[in-house]
T-cell receptor
Framework: AQSVTQLGSHVSVSEGALVLLRCNYSSSVPPYLFWYVQYPNQGLQLLLKYTTGATLVKGINGFEAEFKKSETSFHLTKPSAHMSDAAEYFCAVSDLSGNTPLVFGKGTRLSVIA | KAGVTQTPRYLIKTRGQQVTLSCSPISGHRSVSWYQQTPGQGLQFLFEYFSETQRNKGNFPGRFSGRQFSNSRSEMNVSTLELGDSALYLC?????????????FGPGTRLTVL
C-alpha cells in the first residue's frame, strides 16, 4: 500500500526566505505525485502535480517541486516566501492506474513571519 | 464557472442523531469523492462515486454511507453519530474517473457532535 510522509507538521519561515516542505512516498512503482494547499476555511487547491517526464514541476504561485526517484521524495520549494503563502500544504500520491483513492500526507502548516 | 458547493457549511448535532451532507460538483464533473479531515488523522478517504456508482470506499464503519444522483450531485449520510465523527467533511469533484486527475475541493461542512 502506498503511503506519504510529510516531515514537519509545522514550518515557520521569514518573509522573503526560502520555503522547503518535505514529502517522501512509499511505493514499489513511482506513482503520480501532487501538492495541494488549503487556506483557512477553504477546501484544497492543486498547486502542482508530477505524472511523467520532467522531474522538476512548476506550479502556481511560484512553487515548484522536484521528483527524485532515488530518494523517493517530492519536496516543495519556493524561493521567496510571501505572507499570503501561510496555509496548510498536503502532499498526495496516486498509483498509476488511478483505481485506488488518492493518499494524502498529514499536512504541513506553513507560517510566514514578517 | 461555479466551484464545488457543499451544504450546509456548519452543523451541530448530538450523539445518536443522523446527518446528511450535500455536495454539488462543478458542472460537467461526474466523479465525486468525499474525505474526512481531522487534526489527528488528517485527510481520510470516505467514498468515490462516478456515474451514480460507488467506485471505492474507505475504511469507515457502515454508519457512513453515500450516494450520487443522475445530475452528479452527491450526498453522504452518517447515522448514530459519535463524538469522534466531529470533523470537516470535504467533497471533491473531477472531470474524469481516476485518482490521478485533478480534484476540485469544496469548502467543506464542519460537523460538531456534542
Amino acid at each position: 500500500a502506498q503511503s506519504v510522509t510529510q516531515l514537519g507538521s509545522h514550518v515557520s519561515v521569514s518573509e522573503g526566505a526560502l520555503v522547503l516542505l518535505r514529502c517522501n512516498y512509499s511505493s514499489s512503482v513511482p506513482p503520480y505525485l501532487f501538492w495541494y494547499v488549503q487556506y483557512p476555511n477553504q477546501g484544497l487547491q492543486l498547486l502542482l502535480k508530477y505524472t511523467t517526464g520532467a522531474t522538476l514541476v512548476k506550479g502556481i504561485n511560484g512553487f515548484e517541486a522536484e521528483f527524485k526517484k532515488s530518494e523517493t521524495s517530492f519536496h516543495l520549494t519556493k524561493p521567496s516566501a510571501h505572507m499570503s503563502d501561510a496555509a496548510e500544504y498536503f502532499c498526495a500520491v496516486s498509483d498509476l492506474s488511478g483505481n485506488t483513492p488518492l493518499v494524502f500526507g498529514k499536512g504541513t502548516r506553513l507560517s510566514v513571519i514578517a | 464557472k461555479a466551484g464545488v458547493t457543499q451544504t450546509p457549511r456548519y452543523l451541530i448535532k448530538t450523539r445518536g442523531q443522523q446527518v446528511t451532507l450535500s455536495c454539488s460538483p462543478i458542472s460537467g464533473h461526474r466523479s465525486v469523492s468525499w474525505y474526512q479531515q481531522t487534526p489527528g488523522q488528517g485527510l481520510q478517504f470516505l467514498f468515490e462515486y462516478f456515474s451514480e456508482t460507488q467506485r471505492n470506499k474507505g475504511n469507515f464503519p457502515g454508519r457512513f454511507s453515500g450516494r450520487q444522483f443522475s445530475n452528479s450531485r452527491s450526498e453522504m449520510n452518517v447515522s448514530t453519530l459519535e463524538l469522534g465523527d466531529s470533523a470537516l467533511y470535504l467533497c471533491a469533484s473531477s472531470l474524469a474517473v481516476g485518482s490521478y486527475n485533478e480534484q476540485f475541493f469544496g469548502p467543506g461542512t464542519r460537523l460538531t457532535v456534542l
